[in-house]
């Protein structure tokens, strides 16, 4: 039985899950159940137990045998399996790097064209539409308020929205690392020996 725990030393008759090596004579009941699934150890008295600290427990993928597909790396199948990262860095040109709709929290994008005079004098955009239906509108002025851009959701798709001249352009892009970190309490995790 693996638990968290909110003390800081185990009870009696538990370890702390935090990936150490243990006699595999002194805890024979504990190395019976999980085996090297969390590490051999020296590979002949030792065996590791599980390594929780700074990570997420998440029920194997294919208990029972059936994969759910709902961690789609292989290692959600083996007990013992770690996967996943602590940040993450959008990185390559267009096309290169997708995020869903579903991925981001509700937000919206404003856009400034400076022109002459201060004026919004934008000359084409790209945009990328999900859902289905191929519905979007655009709202353009010749003064400073700038133009606004609004997408529905339609089948994934590239329409180009094009106002005033058709002069090339190119954008740049330079994105820090972000945290991908679910909101968190740390404890401890004890398991029975």
């Known amino acids: 039985m693996l638990i968290p725990f909110a003390g800081s030393a185990p ?11 243990v006699s595999r004579v002194a805890y024979a009941a504990l190395f ?13 008295t030792t065996f590791a137990l599980p390594d929780l600290r700074g990570r997420v427990v998440t029920g194997m993928d294919n208990m029972e ?3 759910a597909n709902r961690l789609t790396s292989a290692q959600a199948d083996v007990l013992g399996g770690a996967g996943g990262i602590e940040n993450q860095t959008l990185s390559g040109s267009v096309g290169d ?3 869903l709709e579903s991925q981001l929290p509700s937000h919206a994008h404003q856009q400034t064209w400076p022109g002459a005079n201060g004026q919004s004098t934008p000359t084409a955009m790209n945009v990328r539409m999900s859902g289905g239906g191929n519905a979007y509108g655009f709202n353009y002025s010749t003064d400073p308020v700038g133009f606004n851009l609004y ?3 339609s ?15 190119s954008h740049s892009l330079s994105v820090n690392p972000f945290a991908v970190t ?5 404890m401890n995790y004890i398991i029975k020996t």
């Open 11 to 21: 009870p009696p008759g538990w370890l702390l899950c935090a990936g150490q090596t």
């Open 32 to 44: 019976a159940v999980v085996g090297t699934a969390y590490g051999v150890g020296d590979g002949a």
């Open 65 to 67: 045998g059936v994969s």
């Open 97 to 99: 790097t997708t995020l």
């Open 151 to 153: 997408v529905q959701s």
């Open 155 to 169: 089948t994934t798709k590239w329409n180009t929205v094009a106002a005033g001249s058709a002069a090339s352009h």
């Open 182 to 186: 679910q909101p968190w309490l740390a």
